[in-house]
């Protein structure tokens, strides 16, 4: 059963119809990151009234004042957002204005290797107090199956005494946000929407039907929420099997790199995933563990094509390290005492993003080993490992050729990567970039 399927008493449009009251906005958005700004950016050019809440006064000052903090949303976007009567604000005192919300809020792991819904719940919570007939309230934040049903709406009406399907509108759409990534925006990228109950679904599909081309209305919000995670689950998996092949393929001498580019041809049956230093960003490396949590708190047993999957993607930084020491080794240095400069520190090309950066666990792996390690990110000023600071160097090409080894973690699209081949001493490249002689490549 997905959840209570209570449908609303008398006339939809005086239950679950749009709120209509002096001062009101279209939508407010909980959460202004990587997510929640570029939604606040579409409903404002789009002609919706929006306001956006932040627990970071820091966030909220900037783009009330036009600065934009995230790689996808410009200067220019969060001023135009403002023009067409845009705010952001700390105060939940302006979730009672909305008639939509949308909780975009994070869902790191915790301690245990569960998901952390405290910033869900405490989102929840802001809106629960505040709860009106008639609004919708839309969670976009990824977690495990379930959450919608057994953890929102229980908070959402308990706290309010309205109940979601006859009183409000209450749904589940997993965001599908690319950072660095402008082939699909947002407009243009299906939207998956699961309701609590169909009139709930209606409802978050009229929303959206205003932002996006493509509405994809699931059974319910349980099958939305592991629609999100089947998206990237399958993604995890497969890096993994191209990261495993690439320890093994270095072992049998192979050249996994060309062999992927030939199977690549196959116009069927094949998609290409590529080997790297591990996994990062916000998704990969976090939201299939949400998927292993329910099973195991849920049903008692492992999910074991993730855990496998976890295992192999956690021990790549392990295996660049080793290649890195072993091709010291063969030019005759050893790693302790060697200067190694790191390229590209974010968790993918093009942007600032730093998330679960494969760069920060080769990093601390090699100051174990006491090696010197310096870095290079065009679009990174300062960047730390554990807290403590590693120096950044600013003319690369003298660093090229002052450094021991040289690891290319990012093949940023301002790298002249032949020049880097060049002027190098040793270059490790984990992205598979450079097939020249003398360039080790993962």
């Not at 919300?101 to 245990?112: E, M, S």
């Not at 040289?406 to 002249?416: E, G, K, M, R, V």
Request: proline share 6%.
């Amino acid at each position: 059963m997905q959840g209570d399927q209570t449908e609303p008493l008398g006339d939809e449009s005086e239950q679950l119809g749009e709120v209509h009251q002096a001062g009101t906005v279209e939508l407010a958005v909980i959460g202004l990151g990587y997510v929640g700004l570029p939604l606040a950016r579409e409903a404002a050019t789009v002609g919706l009234r929006v306001v956006g809440l932040d627990r970071d006064p820091r966030v909220v000052a900037g783009l009330n004042a036009g600065r934009s903090h995230i790689d996808d949303v410009s200067d220019d976007d969060v001023r135009r957002m403002l023009a067409a009567g845009f705010t952001a604000s700390t105060d939940d005192g302006c979730l009672a204005r909305a008639q939509t919300v949308v909780i975009c809020v994070p869902t790191p792991l915790n301690g245990d290797g569960g998901p952390d819904l405290s910033a869900v719940t405490a989102a929840v919570h802001a809106v629960a107090g505040r709860l009106r007939p008639g609004q919708l309230v839309v969670l976009e934040s990824t977690t495990y199956p379930g959450t919608t049903e057994e953890v929102v709406r229980p908070l959402l009406e308990g706290a309010s005494g309205l109940r979601a399907g006859a009183d409000f509108a209450l749904a589940f759409s997993p965001e599908r946000i690319d950072p660095g990534t402008t082939g699909h925006g947002l407009r243009d990228t299906p939207k998956v929407v699961g309701g609590c109950t169909p009139s709930c679904a209606a409802r978050a599909a009229a929303f959206y039907g205003k932002l996006v081309d493509t509405v994809v209305q699931a059974k319910g919000t349980r099958e939305a929420e592991m629609a999100k995670l089947l998206e990237n689950t399958y993604r995890h998996v497969n890096i993994a099997l191209v990261n495993e092949l690439a320890v093994i393929s270095h072992e049998l001498g192979v050249d996994l790199w060309d062999a992927i580019r030939c199977a690549s041809t196959k116009p069927f049956g094949f998609q290409a995933f590529r080997p790297g230093a591990g996994v990062g960003g916000h998704c990969i490396p976090i939201d299939p563990n949400y998927l292993s949590y329910k099973v195991r708190s849920s049903l008692g047993y492992e999910f074991r094509f993730v855990e496998l999957a976890q295992e192999i993607n956690r021990r790549m930084p392990e295996y660049v390290v080793r290649r890195a020491q072993d091709l010291l080794n063969t030019a005759g240095r050893p790693l302790h005492g060697s200067r190694v400069l790191l390229l590209g520190v974010t968790y993918k090309p093009d942007v600032a993003d730093q998330r679960e950066t494969p760069a920060v666990p080769v990093a601390r792996l090699l100051r174990q080993r006491e090696a010197e390690v310096s870095f290079h990110d065009p679009h990174v000023r300062e960047w730390c490992v554990d807290d403590v600071p590693v120096p950044r160097v600013d003319d690369l090409m003298a660093a090229l050729r002052d450094h021991d080894l040289t690891i290319l973690l990012q093949d940023h699209s301002s790298y002249d990567l032949p020049a880097l081949s060049d002027a190098a001493r040793l270059l490790f490249d984990t992205r598979g970039r450079i097939f020249r002689p003398g360039v080790e490549v993962l």
